[in-house]
């Protein structure tokens, strides 16, 4: 969200390369919930097998329920391919299952792995070889993540998969009912779909002179491309415009932009990336000041959670 002090420290799940397996290849149809890297982890592949033997768009950003991809091998019981929560908007991977003295921790807006090992005092060693997870691995919102041996901690094992406020920082009434409006009003309106959603992103930034690949993967991080997405702060839709954004976008638009309609969500944010491309003095800049502000960074430096979000954009650019 622009000039929000949260966003979403994930990447698309395609990023997560596991190792090959040799052996034939099968059909299988996508489910809603699925992603590339749940069914490379379900069928003891890798992201870039599956995507290069299917000749996948954008390194398998794309998938869609329907789609029919081969993938080789045969999926054990144990590591069945993933379904959607139904109504949490989240994806759930099977492919760890915790024990009973295990805890699950449904990744949010902000977290990392090294986070969630301190959260639950345990060690980064031990939450990485329990997920199966590299020291470079980039984890998602609504991910779960098996932390072992901590069925004891304070905090709650699985939490709202929602991106909900930080710890220490209140949400006001007024901004609570507002976020509830929000969602009400996004909840009861027609959306694109992720893949008609990725492709207005690429039509609106070429028309605006911005780089579709910069549009797709800062809209990535704030929302997953998914238009119905509200934050605490009542940032909304795909480039998680807030309503001070919204106004400024519309100056830079010379017409009044709704962000509640996807096309003007948009809009808005390729606008504002426009904008900032302008007056930053690097690309790096830009991104920063899409999410701290520039006028932030430049009198403050970037924040430790900018830094990140800087990273993030960047490994999602990179993998489009």
Do not use: C
Not at 166 to 194: D, E, N
Not at 195 to 222: M, N, Q
């Amino acid at each position: 969200m622009p000039f929000a002090d949260v966003a979403a420290l994930a990447v698309p799940a395609h990023a997560v390369v596991a190792p090959v397996a040799a052996t034939p290849w099968k059909t299988i149809t996508v489910r809603p919930g699925d992603t590339l890297w749940h069914l490379a982890i379900a069928n003891h592949t890798s992201v870039r097998a599956i995507a290069q033997k299917n000749r996948l768009a954008l390194g398998g950003a794309l998938i869609h329920p329907g789609q029919k991809l081969l993938v080789p091998g045969k999926a054990s019981p144990a590591t069945a391919q993933p379904r959607s929560t139904a109504g949490s908007g989240t994806r759930t991977a099977t492919a760890v299952r915790p024990s009973s003295r295990d805890a699950v921790h449904v990744v949010r807006a902000g977290d990392t792995v090294s986070d969630i090992a301190v959260k639950y005092r345990v060690s980064l060693t031990k939450l990485l070889a329990a997920n199966r997870l590299r020291s470079s691995a980039l984890i998602f919102v609504g991910q779960r993540i098996v932390v072992p041996g901590a069925v004891s901690a304070s905090a709650p094992a699985t939490p709202a998969p929602k991106a909900a406020a930080p710890k220490g920082y209140s949400v006001s009434a007024k901004t609570a009912k507002a976020v509830a409006a929000s969602k009400a009003r996004l909840a009861a309106a027609k959306v694109p779909t992720r893949t008609e959603t990725s492709a207005i992103i690429r039509a609106t930034a070429a028309r605006h002179g911005v780089d579709p690949k910069l549009a797709l993967a800062i809209g990535w991080l704030e929302s997953g491309w998914h238009q119905r997405a509200v934050s605490y702060t009542n940032a909304v839709g795909v480039m998680q415009i807030m309503p001070t954004s919204q106004t400024w976008a519309s100056e830079l638009a010379g017409r009044s932009l709704d962000r509640f309609d996807t096309r003007d969500n948009i809009t808005s944010g390729v606008l504002i990336i426009r904008s900032l491309q302008a007056s930053a003095d690097s690309r790096e800049q830009a991104i920063a000041g899409y999410y701290q502000g520039l006028y932030s960074v430049r009198q403050k430096g970037l924040y430790e959670d900018t830094k990140q979000y800087v990273a993030s954009v960047m490994a999602i650019y990179d993998r489009l």
